[in-house]
């Protein structure tokens, strides 16, 4: 069995004597020159096109146009029938009976006391009627105006009936005004001292404070 063991040793021993070997011939060729080193080029560097830069806008000015000029004209209203607040019946006056009796010539009939209808209500309580009736979304469009309207009052003090005789310009304003007429008290007129149904302009102005 020495002998075997001998022989193992002997030929691991005999090639690793010959790789020392081998890498010591390579290691002299190349000190020496023989085989010359080898060279690697970089790689060429690629083209870099360059873009113009755009060239830079010219701003155009533009002179602001003031368009026309629109003239402020108040709205005008004709005087109203009934005075506001007016409760006494002092102010009497004589008037022709527009029917006249039969058989008379115009303009010579009965003379009559006639007393127009008038506002009890107090300003301070028209106001708030107003404002109790203003539309909530009239008060947020900034809406205003002043509605007049015909009202038949009745014998009996109060608004019979009414309409617009002239518009504030604003639908729910003009709406508005039986609400508010509800709130107010009248003085029926007086024809002859009796109690009589009776037309009256009145203005409702809509106004925001």
């Given amino acids: ?10 030929r691991q021993t005999a090639v690793l004597a010959a790789i020392v070997g081998l890498h010591f011939a390579v290691y002299l060729a190349v000190a020496t020159g023989l085989f010359p080193p080898i060279r690697v080029n970089p790689p060429e560097p690629l ?24 003239v402020y004209a108040p709205d005008l209203y004709p005087e109203p029938d009934i005075p506001i607040p007016v409760i006494s019946f002092d ?34 309580n028209l106001a708030t009627a107003i404002n109790t009736c203003y539309p909530a979304a009239s008060r947020r469009m900034n809406e205003e105006g002043t509605v007049v309207v015909l009202v038949t009052i009745g014998a009996a003090g109060s608004a019979t009936n009414w309409s617009v005789a002239q518009s504030s310009g604003f639908a729910r304003l003009d709406a508005a005004i039986a609400c508010v007429l509800r709130k107010l008290d009248f003085v029926a007129g007086r024809r002859d001292g009796q109690a009589v149904s009776a037309e009256a302009r009145l203005p409702i102005v809509f106004r925001l404070s």
């Fill in 47 to 70: 083209p870099v096109t360059v873009l113009p830069k755009p060239p830079k806008p010219n701003p155009t000015v533009v002179a602001p146009q003031m368009g026309p000029l629109e």
């Fill in 91 to 124: 102010d009497k006056h004589t008037v022709s009976d527009p029917e006249g009796s039969a058989g008379e010539t115009a303009g010579s009939g009965p003379v009559v006391d006639y007393v127009p209808p008038a506002l009890r209500t107090r300003p301070a």
């Fill in 1 to 10: 069995m020495s002998h075997v063991y001998a022989a193992r040793g002997a």
